[in-house]
């Protein structure tokens, strides 16, 4: 097969100059799997653009129908990796729900996810709502705004329901941060009970991402939180209106990974810097002049084999602004990062940030150390093998020395107070602390009994 991918390239334009210093490949036909999601894209425009193609790699990507199909494919070996929730590989690898080793060199994204609810429910949170000179609503709009909404609903005795994608997702995390700080308590899990409602003030369940704009339409759900583009689908439609961005409740917060099992990359090392090599090369097109490409990038996205939705659906986030209400359009540039900011690169310190809120919520139902936090944020996220894929690019011309965190401990600086929308700074070093310091949820010792929390 290597030979004929030899042949291949003399004839080919897209090859680069640096195909013949090719990897020495274990593995080179794989599938990867994705959910119909744009932050997908690197994926996409990797085997589009021919970069997996150019590392020798024959790759076949495959939608699959939700993010648990798609964990189970990587663990059982259906799948050699997929575009993943980045709770997935931390959840697998510390054994809540399935257990696994999953590992990611790569993170896909920062920000584009938004909250989106229905339009009852949006009449009502208006009167709470500060109103900017021009008559429209200020942002970002605080949670705070929807819970005299839900306490009509509780004084009617109809539970508030909302729709997240998978309960180790950011969607269900940014979901659970919002209405928390707005002083709504969106429930506990415990080692009993894993529905993620004890306590409750707002229900929170799964629901596919493709499905949400439909499960609002048909009143199961009075809201979400989903990646794009089912907001913006919502405000096409005419059936519900975007409240916040992730981007505006923690800016630049980090988003999908690249997972495969710690066996693929022990077995197939070359093959995984290579997937590692052409990821990193999309998310450099992908961000490129401005992301003078994103047009490009919808075009390929709204292919039904991709995400599937109208190009103006996808375009309204992808090239650098989010429609809320109708014609209510605001500049948002950064909605979605595929590689400035280090996007690309694997922190430690984003890894703890989802341990935190698994613990906040009972999904750890125990306390643990500092030190905890970060041996599994090490043993999940590989900058390791990042830096090497990202050297052999430097080496070969195709990227630059200066985008890449060279010199990193792997952890970011503290997100300051002013990038996060209840005022509570972030530092990954220090998890327990952080916990503290966050008025809703569990701390210390604390642990969820029965319906109740025992110190």
């Not at 709470?128 to 705004?145: E, L, T, Y």
């Not at 093959?271 to 999309?282: E, Q």
């Not at 890894?351 to 613990?359: E, I, K, S």
């Not at 894929?389 to 990227?399: F, K, N, Q, S």
């Amino acid at each position: 097969m290597k030979s004929i991918l030899f042949g291949l390239a003399a004839s080919t334009a897209l090859v680069s100059p640096a195909f013949a210093e090719m990897l020495e490949l274990e593995k080179d036909e794989l599938t990867f799997g994705f959910i119909k999601l744009t932050d997908m894209a690197p994926l996409a425009v990797a085997y589009e653009r021919g970069y997996f193609l150019e590392e020798g790699l024959f790759v076949t990507l495959e939608a699959q129908a939700n993010w648990k199909v798609l964990l189970d494919g990587v663990i059982g070996g259906q799948l050699d990796g997929a575009h993943m929730l980045a709770g997935q590989p931390l959840a697998a690898t510390i054994g809540f729900g399935t257990e696994a080793h999953i590992i990611t060199p790569f993170s896909m994204d920062l920000n584009g996810n938004g909250i989106t609810v229905s339009n009852e429910v949006w009449e009502k949170m208006l009167p709470h709502i500060p109103k900017m000179d021009d008559g429209r609503p200020q942002h970002p709009i605080s949670a705070s705004a929807l819970a005299p909404v839900v306490e009509e609903f509780k004084a009617e005795g109809k539970p508030f329901n909302m729709g997240m994608v998978f309960p180790v997702s950011t969607h269900n995390y940014e979901l659970r941060y919002w209405l928390a700080a707005g002083g709504l308590h969106p429930g506990y899990y415990s080692p009993e009970n894993v529905t993620g409602q004890i306590g409750a003030d707002v229900f929170l369940s799964v629901t596919p991402p493709p499905q949400m704009p439909a499960t609002l339409e048909a009143g199961t759900i009075s809201g979400y939180c989903v990646g794009e583009p089912w907001n913006q689908q919502a405000v096409f439609k005419g059936i519900g209106v975007p409240v916040i961005t992730d981007y505006q409740l923690w800016k630049n917060n980090p988003e999908k990974v690249f997972g495969i099992t710690a066996e693929f990359a022990e077995q197939y090392p070359n093959t995984t810097l290579a997937v590692t090599k052409a990821l990193i090369r999309a998310a450099i097109w992908l961000d490129e002049n401005d992301n003078a490409n994103r047009p490009e990038a919808v075009q390929i996205l709204s292919r039904p084999e991709y995400v599937g939705a109208d190009y103006d659906v996808i375009a309204n986030s992808m090239t650098g602004f989010f429609e809320f209400e109708k014609g209510d359009k605001r500049d948002i540039p950064d909605f979605n990062v595929f590689f400035r900011y280090n996007a690309t690169y694997p922190y430690y310190s984003d890894a703890v940030w989802y341990l935190t809120q698994m613990r906040r919520w009972g999904q750890i139902s125990e306390a643990k150390p500092d030190s905890w936090y970060a041996e599994v944020a090490k043993s999940v996220y590989r900058p390791d093998i990042y830096l090497q894929a990202a050297r052999m690019l430097v080496d070969e011309g195709l990227a630059n020395e200066a985008d890449f965190p060279w010199e990193s401990d792997g952890y970011k600086e503290p997100t300051p107070a002013a990038d996060i929308i209840d005022g509570i700074p972030y530092d990954g070093r220090t998890p327990n602390a952080y916990l503290d310091s966050l008025p809703i949820g569990l701390k210390g010792e604390q642990t969820v009994v029965g319906t109740e929390v025992k110190s």
